[in-house]
Each structure stands twice: as structure tokens, then as C-alpha cells.
């Protein structure tokens, strides 16, 4: 892969240790660039603007200028348009409201969903939703209200009544395989396993896709039973 096919990163957040703990995980995949990193919401539209990176991870509060502000003004005012995964210490639905008014494209949580980081930027890459397992189920909602994401006409009736069930409750904010197993009373590799075959069914890309089909679909536990 050379330099210019990789996806090129832009890590804005007032914390010089958080900032340092996000490249040394991105420095290790072969297909992402880090091309800046910045302190300030300031510095993050200026480099936005001038790096012109495929990914901003943005830190909501910032001096100068909050990320919230930080991502308007690029998405609002620059021809490029970047995916800007809103990274943050707060779960809260009001901050999910505003980042995804101001254009972001997920919501992570800094201290649960550092681990998959990288795949969340090569997911936004590609344009699909990326959101905190935590903040699974106001974040869907945020994205359905907004006539964001998964809007396939696919029918439910091409799933199983066993793939419903693990797709509706991935949709309520359950979203570990371990969770969802341990919730439907049956084993990890059978939630995996449908899992995969509800992505291929429906020709999603990933899980958070498939939760936001499930909640367009107005999907619940009785259209599963109803399948049965």
C-alpha cells in the first residue's frame, strides 16, 4: 500500500498523553497516516483545512474552540468534507445531539472504545456510522431521526427468527457477543454466527448498520417471536 492510499488522520485533543496514546495505536496500522495533531479547536480547523485528512478524531472540549464548533465550521465552510468521529469522556444524549448537528459521523467514548479505534476510522472511511457501544441506542436514534445510515430496502422476513433475535438486541444497545449470548441464554459462536448471516443478508458492511436497519425496521423482540 503506498503513502497516498492510506487514510490520512488528524488527532485533535487538548491532551498531550491522550493525543500521544492514539498515534502510537494508529503509527501500527499499515493503511492509516496520521498528517497532524492538534490542541485547540482553532488549530484543528486551520489544519482541517490545510492537511485536508479523510479522518479527524475530535475531542469535544477543547480551549478556544469546543470540537462541536470545531466540526461545523469545516464541514460548513471547506469543499473537503472529512469524517469526524466525535471522541469524548462524556456519555451523554445531549452531547450525541449536538455532535451529530454539527455534521460528526459517530460518537466514541475515550475510556471504553479505545481498543477498536482503528477500525472505527476505517469504518467512518468508508461512510458508515461508527458509535460507542455505550451510546449504542441514543446515537441510533439520533441517526434514524436523521434519515442517517441503513436505509436498504431489505425485508425482515429474509431473516431467521434466531438472526431477529440477535439483531434486535443488538439494536438495545446489547452489543457484545458475550452480552447478547449471555441475554438470549445461547452460546457466543451461535450469536456470531447469526450475526454474520444477518450482515450478508441484508449486505451490510458492520454491526452498527445492522442496528440501524434493525431500528428503521421499527424491529422488536415480538416481530422476532412473530418469526419463530
Known sequence: MTKSQRIRVLIADDNRAVRIGMRLQLDNAPDIEVVGEVGNGIDAVMAGRSEQPDVILMDLQMPGMSGVEATKRLLDES???????????????????????AGAVGYLLKSHDSERLVEAIRTAHRGDAVVSTTMMTPVLREFVRRGRGAQLDVSAATLSAAELRVTVTLARGITSNEDIAQHLCVSVHTVRSHLQSALKKTGLSDRTQLALWAVRQQLSVQDAAQSS
Open 79 to 101: 469543499p473537503h468534507r472529512p469524517a469526524v468521529i466525535v471522541m469524548t469522556s462524556f456519555a451523554l444524549e445531549g452531547y450525541v445531539r449536538d455532535a451529530l448537528d
